[in-house]
């Protein structure tokens, strides 16, 4: 997952279960946090400086800006690739599992200054899939179960789920300016819906959706596919407005 920047820090995990906090200026390391299991998830940072993250090692921790573990809450499986979200109000939401595995499926809300659980949502499978705040009370996410839910912050409690026809990857939920959701499936389509989960538009390529959407400022969106391609897409209707071919399949997704 791509690394973090805040304040001219960038945050970055790696495989051998270290963060690493490193100058944005002049490449130089502030400091590097030995955490138990591989990094592969990007890190959460909030307002106050906070750094948060998962691993393979069933850890999710949260750092104070100098390096040092302000907390760390254990699961029962992995935390590998989910990335947190922060709420306005501190709370920290991510998702567990890990996809070689399929192990995991628990969807997670913490307190961000203690650590403590408020609350948590089983799904059908691992999730892999980075959740959204849309700053209105729910939190959107995918899971391997093929479904896409939408929670309530506060209580956890599912406002709704739609179903795809293949797992939701690595693809997270982006929000659009006028409320819409956009994430990628393995079922080859990219969805549109609407805040009550109902569909919008897809749009429909030969092979799998993993990495996530990005939206343009001119009512586009991008995203690379597991057909070689990257496309742009109109966020009307979905209309596709060209594409690029590369030379392999595109799972990360663009900037």
């Known amino acids: 997952s791509p690394p973090t920047i805040n304040n001219n820090v960038i945050y970055v995990g790696s495989p051998d279960g270290y963060l690493h906090a490193v100058n944005a200026v002049d490449g130089s390391k502030i400091w590097a946090y030995a955490a138990v299991g591989s990094i592969y998830s990007s890190p959460g940072v909030s307002k106050d400086g906070a750094i948060y993250f998962g691993t393979t090692g069933k850890k999710f921790y949260c750092l104070n ?31 567990e599992g890990n996809v070689m595995s399929e192990s995991g499926n628990l969807f997670y809300c913490l307190d ?7 609350w948590e949502f089983e799904t059908g499978k691992t999730i892999q899939s980075s959740p959204a705040l849309d700053g209105n009370g729910s939190v959107y ?11 309530d912050v506060e209580s956890g409690q599912k406002n709704w789920e739609f179903e795809t026809g293949g797992w ?5 939920v982006v929000i659009g300016g006028n409320g819409n959701l956009y994430i990628g499936s393995d079922d080859n389509n990219l969805y549109c819906l609407n805040t ?8 429909n390529a030969t092979e799998s959706f993993r990495g996530s959407p990005v939206l343009g400022d001119d009512q586009m969106l991008y995203i690379g596919g597991g057909d070689k391609k990257v496309y742009a897409l109109s966020t009307i209707n979905g209309q596709k ?3 690029y071919t590369t030379s392999a399949r595109v799972e990360t997704h663009p900037s």
Not at 112 to 118: L, P, R, W, Y
């Open 65 to 95: 800006p100098d390096g040092t573990k302000k907390w760390e809450f254990t699961s029962a499986y992995e935390l590998a690739f989910s990335s947190a979200a922060i709420a306005l109000n501190g709370d920290v939401f991510f998702g």
């Open 112 to 118: 961000g200054e203690t650590g403590g659980k408020k």
């Open 141 to 151: 996410f995918g899971s391997h179960d093929k479904k896409i839910y939408s929670l």
């Open 168 to 172: 939701i990857h690595g693809s997270s």
């Open 196 to 203: 009550k989960g109902q569909k919008i538009w897809h749009f």
């Open 241 to 243: 407005q060209w594409e």
